[in-house]
Every structure is written in structure tokens, then in C-alpha cells.
């Protein structure tokens, strides 16, 4: 059986707000989503539930009192992860 975690982020680069929506495909699993500075630090958690299997998770981080720069997003589960790069603009 196939899985593994779809994901995009939008608008890339962000000004007020970004989009990230995910979904995961196979099986329903408990789901992180976590945003990291580029140094590694965790900068937030956005999503720490149950994910059901193939339904799209849509999240929007409000990102106009974040320092501008390059960021990223890890999703995970017990079985996959998924990582993408987030701009950031003021």
C-alpha cells in the first residue's frame, strides 16, 4: 500500500500570510507540522493532530510580524516527512 505526505506552501515569496496544505496518503496518522528559522530553530508548531487519510489539511500562518528571511516547514508522521522552504517579505 502507498504512503506518504502531499504538501504545498502559497504564496511563496509571503507578505501577510502563507498557506501550507497537506494530506496524508495511505493511512490516517497523528501529524505534525513545525517551522524552523534557518539555523534550525523551531520557531512554531502549526498542526499536531490525527491527519485523515486523503483529506487535505489546509494552514495559514499569519507571517507579517516575522522577521523576513528564509524559513522552513517539516511535516511528520510515524512513517514519512516531508520538508519545503518558505520566503518571507515585509
Known sequence: MLDYIEATAYPIPAYASVTIEFKNVGETKFTTLDIFRSDGSLVKRLYDAQ??????????WNVADI???IYFYRITNSSNSVNGRLVIQN
Do not use: F, H, P, Q
Open 51 to 60: 491527519a485523515i487519510t486523503n483529506m487535505t489539511n489546509k494552514v495559514v
Open 67 to 69: 522577521r523576513e528571511g
